[in-house]
């Protein structure tokens, strides 16, 4: 059975910086995506960043150049460091995983519907 744990979230100010840390078990493909969503209040779920098995990451635009997604292969954890953060940066947080998955263009996140398996979210909260 695969699991995904979040943790990280938090409170901080703007210019602030988190990072999170998905665990995950039980998920042991040679081939998939990895990727971090975020879902604000009264807004839908969107894509934040992206990792596959060949290494390549991609990065919605509002994010590019101050989050970065990363992997732990012995530890089985997807982290995602958020640097500068933005009070339009707060949601719930959500790590996924896709088996048979890869990032086809650099600057396209995967499709949702290849992510079968995900977390039960982790809050950051970014004031002003």
């Known amino acids: 059975q695969v699991q995904l744990v979040e943790s990280g979230g938090g409170s901080v100010e703007a210019g602030g910086s988190l990072t999170l840390s998905c665990a995950t078990t039980g998920f042991t493909y040679a081939t998939y995506c990895l990727g971090w969503f975020r879902q604000a209040p009264g807004k839908e779920r969107e894509g934040v960043a992206a990792?596959?098995?060949?290494?390549?990451?991609t990065y919605t635009d509002a994010v590019k150049g101050r989050f970065t997604i990363s992997q732990d292969n012995v530890k089985n954890t997807i982290y995602l460091r958020m640097n500068s953060l933005q009070p339009e940066d707060t949601a719930m947080y959500y790590c996924?995983?896709?088996?048979?998955?890869?990032?086809?263009?650099?600057?396209?996140?995967?499709?949702?519907?290849?992510?079968?398996?995900w977390g039960q979210g982790t809050q950051v909260t970014v004031s002003s």
């Open positions: 996924a995983a896709g088996a048979w998955c890869h990032i086809l263009k650099l600057d396209m996140l995967p499709p949702t519907y290849e992510y079968k398996h």
């Open positions: 990792l596959d098995s060949e290494g390549l990451t």
